[in-house]
Each structure stands twice: as structure tokens, then as C-alpha cells.
């Protein structure tokens, strides 16, 4: 069977690391077709608008996108198109697995294998109630969390460390300080975690979750929390592994998810063959996850996996003298 996803190839170093990365889904024999649309910078150039109808039209319908970066022109269009896709969709769930890998520049060349779940749609980042005084002096924004909300992604949560075997939900939160929103969340998290009895749930306050992510990270499995805290731990776990070139993330909803990499378009390196296209390659591996083709996933895990260990073909990041051509096909090579 056929599986159409829609395709963003996107800005800077986009287009390319997408390329490579459907060059080896294509390898991988997985039955998926493409449709291709355009968001941001590009699609700014050609449709005169960031996040086109049609191209909102081709996800609602596909139901799957593998995202290439996205760049955000400043003073114009949408705060985020990464936060108008996540609005448009409901894409409540965000997905950031932080693994180790052989050969990376990492403090940690192994024992870091977690999963940060952030809630992607309340808490700062719906940025209601902003507002600057009329003297400049002082400005508000409000913070909303809703028991809905926190209920469907700490369930989302365990249900994900229940499918994938994984043992431990550490809920992390500011319940001590942010006493309303911070303490919905922990208080709905506490009535969830009751009916997960087969799975550990332990409670940390976000400024010891980031000192014992430092210090002792293998001590982690899946991490819950709120929009905010969750964009700044899953990005130091992506340190805790070698940064953001290694690092794929899932957002999900009920009707839709975009799979992608984190990191941004790199304009700088943008056309000189040399991005690492890893971060994309597993988010397809998370999209294959999604679509039941699990056994694909792993197969293509495996063979970047293999290529990081042989070293050969690596991306200049990566301390090799490889491009992003030359990766992809090796890690074809060995799928």
C-alpha cells in the first residue's frame, strides 16, 4: 500500500538535507509518494505568503508532513510558522528522543537514551495577553494551562513509555513557585499516573531536572512537561548527544503530525553541500514509527548507526570531510 506524505523541502539548508533524506526513504522501499509543498522563505517568493492554503490543504489531507527547516522572515507573517502549524493542526504533542551516538562530539558517548514530551500548544508560547504599557515601561503576557491539556500529554506520554517498553515518566514542573498553572499540570499529572500503575512516574522541579540531566542523564527515560520548559530541556538533551544535527522531533495531534529536524535553516552553509542531514533522517524514522512501518524505523537507525561508526562519508560537523550526498548514500548502502 501507498502511503502520500506531504513534503516541505523548506529554507537554507532545507532543501538539501531533504533531498538526502527521501533519497534514502526511496532506498528504504517503504511505498511512500510524495506531495510537495511550500512553507516560509520560499513560499514567501513564490505564493507571496509564509504557509500558503494549498500547502495547509495538502497536510489536512495527507495527514503526514516531513519538514525540511523553516525560515521566518523578522517583522512580518507569524511569530513561528513551526508555532502556526502546531495551532492550525492541534499538534499537542512534542516528540524529541535524545540518543547516543558512536563518534559525535558529546560529554556522553553513551548511556543517554530519553524522550522529552512537551505539550505544544498552551502554557507561553500561546502568547496570549501580550502587551506593552503605553510608556514601554512594563510589559504582561499570559500563561495558560488547562486540565485538558495537561491531561492529554501526560497520557500521550505514558502511552508512549507503555508502547515503546520504556519503564520511567519523570513529570518536571515549578509547582513550588508557579503555584496555578505549573501546579494544574503537576496536580493532573499525579491523577494520570495513577492509572499507569506498570510504569514508574517520578516528580522533579525543572531547575534539578536540568542539573541531574547534566550530571546524571542515563537516569532518565521519558520526560512530560509544560511548552516552555519543555523547548529548553529537549534542546540541552540534544546537547547532552551532540547538538542539534542529531536531533529529530514528532509533532503530533489527532488528526495530523509533521515530523522534522529541530535545528534551523543555516543559511550560512546553505548550497555548499556539507549539512548534516541526520536530524531529518530521524525524524522519518519517527514518521515511519507513526505509520506502523516500525521495522523500517529501526532499519533505518541501524544503518546511521553503522555509518557513524565507519566513519566514512561523515559531514564536516562530524569531524569528517563528507557531503551531504555522500552521507546519505552510504547510509543507503547499508539499510
Known amino acids: 500500500m501507498t502511503q502520500t506524505i506531504t513534503v516541505i523541502r523548506g529554507d537554507g539548508i532545507g532543501p538539501e538535507i531533504m533531498d538526502a533524506t527521501l533519497q534514502v526513504l526511496d532506498a528504504l522501499q517503504v511505498g511512500l509518494s510524495y506531495e510537495f509543498a511550500d512553507a516560509g522563505l520560499a513560499a514567501l517568493e513564490k505564493h507571496g505568503e509564509l504557509l500558503p492554503v494549498a500547502t495547509l490543504e495538502s497536510i489536512r489531507r495527507n495527514r503526514v508532513a516531513l519538514k525540511s527547516p523553516l525560515t521566518t522572515p523578522v517583522g512580518e507573517g507569524f511569530s513561528s510558522i513551526n508555532v502556526e502549524l502546531r495551532k492550525r493542526f492541534d499538534l499537542y504533542a512534542n516528540v524529541r528522543p535524545a540518543q547516543s551516538f558512536p563518534n559525535t562530539r558529546s560529554r556522553f558517548p553513551d548511556g543517554v537514551d530519553l524522550i522529552t514530551v512537551r505539550e505544544n500548544t498552551e502554557g ?20 495558560k494551562t488547562t486540565r485538558r491539556g495537561s491531561e492529554r500529554i501526560v497520557r500521550y506520554a505514558f502511552e508512549l513509555a507503555r508502547r515503546t517498553g520504556r519503564k520511567k515518566v519523570t513529570v518536571v514542573h ?64 540534544a546537547g547532552l548527544v551532540g547538538g542539534l544535527g542529531l536531533a529529530p522531533g514528532a509533532n503530533i495531534g489527532t488528526d495530523a503530525a509533521i515530523f522534522e529536524a529541530v535545528h534551523g535553516s543555516a543559511p550560512d552553509i546553505a548550497g555548499k553541500g556539507i549539512a548534516n542531514p541526520c536530524a531529518l533522517l530521524l525524524g522519518a524514522g519517527q514518521m515511519l514509527d507513526h505509520l506502523g512501518l516500525v521495522e523500517q524505523a529501526a532499519r533505518l537507525r541501524k544503518a546511521i548507526v553503522a555509518t557513524l561508526e565507519a566513519k566514512d562519508s561523515l559531514t564536516p560537523d562530524l569531524g569528517g570531510t563528507g557531503t551531504t550526498t555522500t552521507f546519505a548514500q552510504a547510509i543507503a548502502g547499508r539499510l
Open 174 to 237: 515549578k509547582a513550588n513557585i508557579l503555584k496555578s498553572t505549573s501546579g494544574l499540570f503537576l496536580k493532573t499529572a499525579r491523577a494520570v499516573a495513577q492509572e499507569y500503575t506498570d510504569i514508574q512516574c517520578n516528580e522533579l522541579i525543572v531547575d534539578n531536572c536540568c542539573m541531574q540531566l547534566v550530571m546524571k542523564p542515563e537516569q532518565f527515560d521519558v520526560i512530560v512537561t509544560t511548552n516552555l520548559f519543555g523547548d529548553i530541556i529537549s534542546d540541552l538533551c
Open 124 to 143: 507561553a508560547y500561546s502568547a496570549e495577553g501580550q502587551q506593552v504599557s503605553a510608556d514601554g515601561e512594563t510589559a504582561t503576557s499570559i500563561t
